[in-house]
């Protein structure tokens, strides 16, 4: 098997994000998955995964990438989805795309003013801003329609990718809002390609709209989050202590903070090479 590029799309999870060195300057991209794979492989790596991303940019991102580069030949796309109510907006006065991300806004009321000018560059829109996101969360958000729009993307996706013979993979990086097409386009389990036991006794936390659910504290879904949290939990006596998931050398086994540390990025990587290895026939 040979390929001369890995292109990945993601959020922080993929862009290898909060590992830092000793000096605390970030090194995620020496440490994160493309990076460990196209090393693996001898290809080129090309990550365009930015923190924070909602899925519509994601695979907004990613077809861009594709769309502008001249070669794919010998190309693999990884993709690693995120959660559900992050919704993408054009931002006229910045003339950027920037992410919402709904609930959690609404959440943490906290850090609403610095939310407020990230998004729209004026921090004296603070009120404006948290009343458009509470509006938009209550009248506008849907959570059977939003992963309805999802598999529609994924599906004109896998289109897209396989008319022109471009091999990929997709997993869920935080959140599985995946329906009806698992078995139809190229996706990773966690649950069915590791040897994991997904079953803890604690409550596994979900982000933005899930975390707001009050019913939900048991469920473990097919994430990449819940394949670390599930081992990070076995061997910590079912604790999430920050002292065992630093971010600084010595990192933590499975964590650095909240994100995977180049531990939990290995054990992927590992786990989509042996996917690669023995499904690849299957990927064209």
Known sequence: MKFKRIIAAGCSFVAGSNILNAEGINVGH???????????FNAEEINVAIPGSGNSYILNTLIDTLYNHSDL???LVIIGLSGISRQEVYVNNLEQVRNLHLFDILKNKS?????????????????????YVNFHSKYFFNLDYEQFKLRNKLLMLDSFL????ISYLIF??????IIDIKDKINYFSFIKNSDEEFEVSERI???????????????????????????????????FLGENRNSKPPY???????????????????????????KYSKLI
């Open 162 to 165: 396989k008319e022109r013979n």
């Open 30 to 40: 020496k440490y994160r998955v493309s990076k460990l794979l196209a090393d693996r």
């Open 111 to 131: 850090s609403l003013s610095r939310r407020a000018d990230m998004v729209t560059g004026n921090v004296e829109e603070e009120e404006n801003f948290y009343n």
């Open 252 to 278: 933590g086994p499975y964590f650095c903070g909240g994100h995977p540390s180049p531990n939990g990025n290995k054990l992927l990587a590992d786990l989509l090479e042996n996917y690669l290895n023995s």
């Open 205 to 239: 936390p979900r982000s933005d709209y899930y975390g707001r659910l009050k019913d939900n504290g048991l469920e473990v879904e097919d994430t990449w989050q819940h394949f670390l949290m599930v081992k990070h939990f076995k061997d910590h006596d079912n604790s």
């Open 73 to 75: 030949s010998n190309t």
């Open 172 to 177: 869920n990086s935080i959140e599985d809002n």
